[in-house]
């Protein structure tokens, strides 16, 4: 069995954290997986969303302290970071990616998987997820650049309540605050999470990357120089074949039918 699942069907990517006994505790072996797993989709064109979740009855707990600690302790202080490094860009990737990406949270969501969900592009949760940062707790400052993105979804104030007073946060307070875009019943979660990427691999490809690549941009760019690049990519997707497919769809009453051109 390997820490990492990865299923690719009607322009959907599955990646799912694959260590349900261990509440999808996250090992070395895992965190190379992702990264391996999300850079190979990022270059597929096929591609249109992508799904990071956990197999079993959780996201993720985080880091496997019990595995991390002897697997931090068996290596020199250089090779453990050098290994780590590369694991660190999971959210930069899931970040910069052209499909959309949505983090599905059922169970547990704490400390790197916490961080590793504030980075999709949406996020979803059962009613019976849980989610905390979690790690004041364990001595750690934190990995996975949630203080980064989380401040971008929540606000400064609320960011840092949850980093430097971490508690533990159920799945209804997480949508009163903003933290994620839908809460579903458990028992539905998985048929709710299939029809939004359903619905979202049907749109037109080449408008869900223009929408992705609009937020990335309106991130760096100021007003001034934000308006033309949007006016420009804008123009080029109008002048599309999905676009003029949309359009005669829409006259003739009909589901447009797009080839990403």
């Given at each position: ?70 697997e931090a302790s ?146 760096t760019l100021g ?39």
């Amino acid at each position: 069995m390997t820490d990492v699942t990865v299923e690719k069907k009607d322009g959907v990517a599955r990646v799912a954290m694959n260590r349900p006994e261990r509440r999808n505790g996250m090992n070395m072996a895992m965190l190379a997986g992702m990264i391996d797993a999300l850079e190979e989709i990022a270059s597929d064109d096929s591609i249109r969303v992508v799904v990071v979740t956990g197999n079993g009855n959780d996201f993720s707990v985080g880091a496997d302290l019990a595995l991390v600690a002897g697997e931090a302790s068996g290596n020199g202080e250089s090779e453990w970071t050098a290994r780590i490094w590369d694991t660190y860009r999971i959210p930069l990737v899931l970040h910069d990616m052209p499909q959309v990406t949505l983090a599905a949270i059922d169970g547990a969501c704490a400390g790197a998987a916490f961080g590793i969900a504030c980075a999709a592009d949406l996020r979803f949760a059962s009613d019976r997820a849980l989610f905390t940062t979690a790690f004041l707790k364990v001595g750690a400052a934190g990995d996975m650049s949630g203080a980064w993105t989380l401040p971008r979804i929540l606000g400064r104030a609320k960011a840092h309540e949850l980093y430097f007073l971490p508690e533990k946060i159920r799945a209804a307070e997480a949508l009163e605050i903003g933290l994620v875009n839908r809460v579903f019943a458990a028992e539905d979660f998985a048929a709710e999470i299939d029809a939004i990427t359903e619905r979202l691999a049907g749109s037109a490809p080449l408008a869900l990357r223009g929408i992705k690549a609009n937020f990335k941009d309106a991130e760096t760019l100021g007003f001034a120089d934000y308006v033309p690049v949007e006016s420009k990519r804008h123009s080029e997707l109008m002048a599309s074949a999905d676009a003029r497919e949309a359009a005669s769809a829409f006259m003739q009453k009909r589901t447009p039918v797009f080839e990403g051109r």
